[in-house]
Structure formats: C-alpha cells, structure tokens
C-alpha cells in the first residue's frame, strides 16, 4: 500500500488506473458526511446521548429499553441532517459516476446526501434515516401518519404495542438482502473499489474491500486516519473525502478529452 498525503496530486500510476477502470463501486462512511457538520460515530455522542455508546442506541434492545430515548435520538439528528448540505466529497461522487464507465455507490450512511448532491446509482447498505418502518411487522408508515400522531415514539397504524421506528438497519439486524447482493455482485465485476470515510469496524460492509481486492479490484481508500482497510488498500490518499473526491473527478474529467 503506498500512502499519499498533500499536497493532493494522484500518483501517474493510480491516475493511469482511474482513467482506464471500467467498473467502479465507491464505499462510503459517516466520514463522506463529516464535511457537512453530521458527526460520525466515532465522534463522541452529545447531551443527553453522550454516556451511550451508538451500537447502544442503533438497535432493538435499545429501542425496547427506552423508546422515548432513541426516538428522540433519531429525531435530534434527522433535524440536524435537514440543516446540513451535501459538501464537495458528495458533490464529487457524483461526477464521478456520470465519468466512469459502470458505477455502483455503496453507501453506510443513511442520511440521504449522497442523493441530495445528485447521486443516483446509490445502495444503501444501512437503510434511510427517514424511513418509518412498524416495529412489529416491518411494514411501511406513511408521512402522513407520523405527522397526524406526534410523539415520543409514535404508535404504529399496522399492530397494537407496536411503534414507529426509524427505517434503518440497527446492529444485530441482517442487512437488506437485495442491497447486499447488488453490492456483492458489483464488487464481483469492479476493476476500482474507492472507499471513503469508513472506519472499517462494522460488519459485514467492513469486508467489503476484501472481497474486491480478492475479485483483483484496485483498491484506494481516502480517510485521515489509518483503518483496518488501509493494511489490504494498494493506495491510501490520507486526508478528508471533500479534499481528494473532488482531484479524483477533476482527474476523470481528464479522461473525456
Ligand atoms: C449483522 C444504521 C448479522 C443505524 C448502522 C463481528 C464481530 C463483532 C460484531 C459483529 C461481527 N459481525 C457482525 C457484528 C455485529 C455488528 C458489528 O459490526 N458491530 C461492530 C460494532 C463490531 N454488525 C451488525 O450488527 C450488522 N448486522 O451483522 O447482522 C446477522 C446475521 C444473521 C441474522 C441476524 C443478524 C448491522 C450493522 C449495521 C448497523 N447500523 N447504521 C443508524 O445510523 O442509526 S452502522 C453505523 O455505524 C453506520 O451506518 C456505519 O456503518 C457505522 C459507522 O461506521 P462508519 O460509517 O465507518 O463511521 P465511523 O464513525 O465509524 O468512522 C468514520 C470514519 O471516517 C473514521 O475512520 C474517520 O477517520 C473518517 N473520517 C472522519 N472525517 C472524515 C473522514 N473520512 C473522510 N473525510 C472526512 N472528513
């Protein structure tokens, strides 16, 4: 793995490696959001949250033992999403995508940004923070519902004793299946895996670079910090996603002329 930090010019050989891919997955993390002012979670949680640690929060057991808590939890930061603005990483992502050949945009977050900046082949491995989902049966509830029954947690339409919750994936919970499996099946046709703002820590999209090097995927990781992906990544740019996103698209842009 070779390291490349400022001032933010590619390496000719991994600039020659992104001209020529012809299959592309990106794998991004709360990190790609940071730029925005989302805290990640690895940030430490504020307030009222702050002696929980996020797999305390983001589950089952945590919503049983105190509804109202992660209700509010939920809430607190889907106020703070819909402040924020998608920032140049986003915006850059979704360059990218309309340069590469084939493109697939694996992402962690559940904040919908990547969206927002115009991304749109786009698999949310994680689910969407503004999703309602009944606690009991899975199914759907409505905007309209919610906004007709505010509360702290909000009763479901679809099962007595059951609630709202957010229709994200909390730890101890499978992944959606279809997400998954078109996840796998891009990385089993990538020829670049770019991966972005991820701790590498949660299961199973930690193991995704893995599987695309295994696949013989080039992998470039963009993160500030060393993580468990960079000891498998052939590159490592260290810095933030709104610094090297965009000298990659600028990069790609190259290529058209
Ligand atoms: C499952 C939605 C199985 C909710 C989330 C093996 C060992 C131990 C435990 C497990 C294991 N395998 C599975 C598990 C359990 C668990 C897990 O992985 N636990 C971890 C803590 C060890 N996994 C699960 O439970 C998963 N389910 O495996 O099911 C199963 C099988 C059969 C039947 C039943 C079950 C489900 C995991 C999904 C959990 N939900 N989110 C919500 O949002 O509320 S995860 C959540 O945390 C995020 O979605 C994200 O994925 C994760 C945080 O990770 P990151 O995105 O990487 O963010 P993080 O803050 O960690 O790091 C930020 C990074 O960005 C840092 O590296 C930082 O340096 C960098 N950065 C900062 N600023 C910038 C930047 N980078 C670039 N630019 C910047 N400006």
Redesign the pocket.
């Known amino acids: 793995m070779s390291t490349v930090k400022e001032p933010f010019i590619l390496p000719q050989a991994l600039q020659d490696q992104l001209i020529s891919a012809k299959s592309w997955v990106v794998l991004?993390?709360?990190?790609?959001s940071?730029?925005s002012g989302v805290?990640?979670?690895?940030?430490a949680q504020e307030g009222l949250w702050a002696k929980y640690r996020?797999?305390e929060?983001?589950?089952a057991e945590g919503f049983a033992r105190d509804p109202k808590m992660v209700w509010d939890?939920?809430q607190w930061?889907r106020e703070l999403i819909n402040k924020v603005k998608p920032?140049a990483?986003h915006h850059a992502l979704a360059e990218i995508e309309q340069s590469a050949d084939e493109f697939l945009l694996v992402t962690?977050?559940?904040d919908s940004l990547h969206q927002a900046a115009g991304s749109q082949k786009v698999v949310e491995?994680?689910?969407n923070?503004y999703r309602n989902i009944c606690t009991q049966t899975g199914r759907d509830i409505s905007d309209e519902w919610m906004t007709q029954h505010p509360g702290s947690p909000v009763p479901s339409p679809h099962a007595s004793a059951a609630f709202a919750r957010?229709g994200?994936?909390?730890?101890?919970?499978?992944?959606p299946q279809a997400a998954f499996e078109q996840a796998i099946s891009a990385l089993n046709r990538c020829d670049l895996m770019l991966v972005?703002?991820?701790?590498?820590?949660?299961?199973?999209?930690?193991s995704l670079p893995q599987w695309a090097q295994q696949q013989g995927a080039c992998v470039v990781e963009?993160?500030?910090?060393q993580?468990p992906i960079s000891a498998i990544a052939d590159y490592r740019l260290a810095?933030?996603?709104?610094?090297?996103l965009p000298v990659i698209a600028k990069n790609l842009k190259g290529k058209a002329y």
């Open positions: 991004t993390g709360a990190g790609v940071a730029e805290p990640t979670f690895r940030d996020p797999e929060l983001a589950s939890w939920y930061r920032n990483g962690q977050n559940v491995l994680h689910g923070i957010p994200v994936v909390w730890f101890g919970e499978s992944l972005a703002g991820t701790s590498g820590l949660v299961q199973p999209a930690a963009i993160n500030p910090e993580t810095g933030t996603s709104a610094q090297w």
